[in-house]
């Protein structure tokens, strides 16, 4: 038996069906809604990946600023000639960074302070250093950003070091001296805040003035002066016998994470010197007054 078609049955499932052309744009749509999404949620991990770090930049400077304060307003005069109570220098020179309006000065200051506590003596040191992948110290941060640390030297009252002693046995020497014995002591010193890049110590009298002259007695005061454009001045101080300021300012500035690994990546420190000079907005500046309470 020949079989028959019906020509309106064919004629309707045509009608019904796709053309290539069709499928093509529905299939190009599908993709562009899919790209469309998947950038979208890219960049709420990226936000999400970036808040994440602006808050443990935020929380790990302010720990490094609350344990700065708790010691530095401990700190206490040992009345000894010419030996140290508090000591601020430069371990870098400083560069500036590059903002929309003007050029801010970054600098890398070191601090020596004393404080006493339960008939012990303490000699305490902050610097910013450069640390291998264990966090060991290795050198000082020489290039501009590194990493915040700690040392203290613990001495007993009848044992407590004077100007006249040899150096084994002098707390500012101890802790402030990058070699000793003949070992590097700066990997004594304990990290505390990564990819700091400012760190400067500001000495202010009993009337609120900044001490940038040698009127004060059993104070010594170095104003260092770099060339730059505009030129940079700095100072550095060395309080003796019964001296210490009323008030130290802290100011500490912070880079962000995935800036210092990119800045870490460049082998040239030309290149990464120029590269952070221009990261600016990736900066989080801490600044705190810390009254002395031991001072005069």
Known sequence: MASTSNPSFIRELRARAFTVVELLVAVSVLTLIVLVLYGMFDQVQKALRGNVAQVDVLEGGRAAMQLLSGEMEQMEAANVPLGTNLY????????????????????????????????SWFGTGYRVLLANSNGIATGLADRGVGTLCRYTVKSN????????????????????????????????????LDGVLHFRVRAFDTNGFLMVSNIYPNVKIITNVFFQSPPTTETQYSFTNSALPAYLEVEMAVLDPHVLEKYRGFPNPIVGSNY?????????????????????
Do not use: C
């Open 157 to 192: 009252d009848p044992d407590f070091p004077n100007a006249t002693e040899p150096p084994r046995s002098n707390l500012f020497l101890q802790v402030m001296l990058p070699i000793l014995n003949r070992s590097n002591n700066l990997a004594n010193y304990q990290p505390v």
């Open 276 to 296: 952070l000079a221009r990261q600016a907005g990736a900066v989080h500046l801490f600044q705190q007054r810390i009254p002395v309470r031991t001072a005069k």
């Open 88 to 119: 601020v220098g430069l371990s870098a020179v400083p560069y500036q960074q590059a903002l929309l309006d003007t050029n801010r000065v970054n600098a890398l200051d070191e601090i020596f302070f004393l404080s006493h506590l339960n008939k």
